[in-house]
């Protein structure tokens, strides 16, 4: 898509960001297991939304974490079952890496029956508490705002709370197939800035709580403005 342009080289998006949070219908599951063994079946027989309930949402809801396990599955063979070396490879698997629930479902499933059969009297063991897999039903909720250039976007961006981060930074590869969020893709197809977008998907959201990876990109966009008003400044003095 072409990018149009106004007066001073400033960018404006024929299509706006159209910002959005979403809001999650929980709920509470009757099916539970109590090994290692009912886990690995869990996770193969439970919904799609449940597997996005604990590991997307898990990250979102822990976001201010830095350091730990970062979904549910690992967190519960951990402290549930004291097993840790399970659940560093389960806590290993990067949610950035994976665009459809059934690529992620099928290696959580693969690390935890490669444990059992390795082994197997640990995988039959009774755990201290049992894991409950519950369901997240997202419904998307336009906000009362849109941005056509940088600065709008920029603007907006900053005073963007947590729902709203999670569904277009972490969520939104479910979304979209790829690996990637909703702003890079906006910034490289609207305004032509695809190095920028480039640079918001290496953030990392395992050492990064939301608020921070907001004040990141928040960062990256005033050096990007920065440059523009240089380059700007710099060409009304050639001319002159």
Known sequence: MAVAKEEHAVAVAHEPFQFATASYLVRIGTHKCDTLVQLGKGIQNCSDSSI?????QSLGRHH???????????????TGCNRPMLAERLASLDIRDYVSLAELRADLR????????????????????PFYFNEAIEERVPLPRQARTLLEFRD?????????????FINSRL????????????????????ELGQRLDQIDMYTNSLDSARDMIVQFLDKELASNDNATTNSAAHRN
């Open 64 to 78: 201010f974490l830095t350091e730990g396990f970062s979904n549910d599955f690992a967190q519960w063979v951990y």
């Open 110 to 129: 693969r690390l935890v029956s490669e444990y059992c059969a390795e082994y197997p009297g640990e995988a039959a063991q009774t755990a201290f508490e």
């Open 156 to 168: 907006s961006l900053q005073h963007l709370g947590h729902g709203s981060m999670q569904y277009h």
């Open 175 to 194: 979304r979209l197939h790829l690996t990637t969020n909703d702003f890079s893709v906006w910034l490289a197809k609207e305004l032509g800035l695809k």
């Open 52 to 56: 996005f309930y604990h590991t997307f």
